[in-house]
């Protein structure tokens, strides 16, 4: 038996044929096209799902469930997404349009516990009981699976790690709040402090590796040049590490989970973000080294968790 999974972003709609052990067998997708009414966006989602099903050349039979992973909050239990402002969507009835195309069982999820899931069930997490997915990107995402069950409170809009303050008197975020995490630990945040370093510092390596043009400015460049022993990049590494540090070390605090999976473009640093963050970690965490028990890693499934994580869905209800 397959599953489908399909990650509904604000850009792009992305799907997959996934067999029961993760393995993508077929993928696509199709733009979001976002400024329409939810119920053509949903027709889109379920015929490129079939649109995979006839390229593959297996019958509807062989699908087992759908799983949709979307922005915003979700309702899983009724099938709908209670609101996102990412689409043009509230209360949509995700579960009941689909179902009027493809009639089987269709799951539903919070983008990032999905891509969680995804990990946890094929990727970094596997072995695992508890495990936080920390996506370093546009924002902070986070998906915690507690006791192999996704935690999200009672009103599914739980674990939204990235809008905890750690400075109240701080930057202030998207969401009205000030000091939120992401507005320090984020790729965004890290491209922002890495723009203002190197327009103060224009005889830097931070400043030359872009040639002057700060548009130029992403999340690999400061660590590139940091690496290269440039003074100023280097600061502003110390310091997104140091920051990035002091919100893992509240999740510690709170979950105490076996694994911390790190996932977005910042992680594509590896060992170059890794081996400073477990130095701050241990700083900074209650207890000290020997209560520092907690495994810090990247994530390995990537781009494709959120469609892997969709796919699986099933396993977390049908349970």
């Known amino acids: 038996m397959y599953n489908i999974g399909i990650d509904l972003g604000g850009t792009n709609i992305a799907a997959a044929i996934v067999a029961e052990d993760g393995t993508i067998i077929r993928k696509g997708s199709t733009p979001t096209l976002r400024e329409r009414e939810y119920q053509p966006i949903l027709k889109d989602m379920a015929m490129l799902a079939l ?90 995402g986070s998906g915690v699976i507690i006791d192999e069950k996704i935690i999200d409170g009672s009103f599914n809009g739980g674990a939204e790690l990235g809008h905890v303050s750690i400075d109240f008197n701080g930057i202030t975020c998207s969401c009205g709040r000030k000091g939120c995490w992401e507005q320090y630990s984020s790729a965004t945040a890290l491209i922002r402090d890495a723009k203002e370093a190197a327009a103060q510092n224009t005889d830097s390596l931070l400043y030359k590796m872009v040639d002057g043009d700060l548009d130029k400015m992403n999340a690999k460049i400061p660590f590139d040049a940091a690496q290269a022993g440039d003074e100023v990049a280097g600061a502003v590494i110390d310091n997104y590490v140091k920051l990035l540090a002091v919100g893992i070390v509240n999740v510690i605090n709170i979950f105490q989970p076996e694994i911390i999976v790190l996932g977005g473009g910042v992680s594509a640093q590896g060992d170059n973000l890794i081996k400073p963050l477990k130095k701050e970690i241990i700083n900074e965490i209650y207890g000290g080294e020997e209560a520092f028990k907690t495994k810090v890693q990247v994530a390995k499934l990537g781009n494709d968790a959120g469609i892997i994580g969709a796919a699986m869905l099933y396993r977390a209800y049908e349970k």
């Open 51 to 140: 649109k995979l099903i006839e390229e593959e050349g297996i019958n509807l039979e062989d699908i087992h469930s759908i799983g949709v992973g979307s922005p915003g909050t979700p309702d899983p239990e009724n099938g709908i997404i209670v609101y996102t402002n990412n689409l043009n969507f509230k209360n949509t009835p995700i579960r009941d349009e689909i179902r009027k195309y493809i009639d089987k069982p269709v799951y539903l999820g919070n983008d990032a516990n999905v891509a969680a899931l995804g990990e946890y069930e094929c990727g970094a997490g596997v072995g695992y009981k508890d495990l936080v997915a920390i996506t370093l990107g546009t924002g902070v």
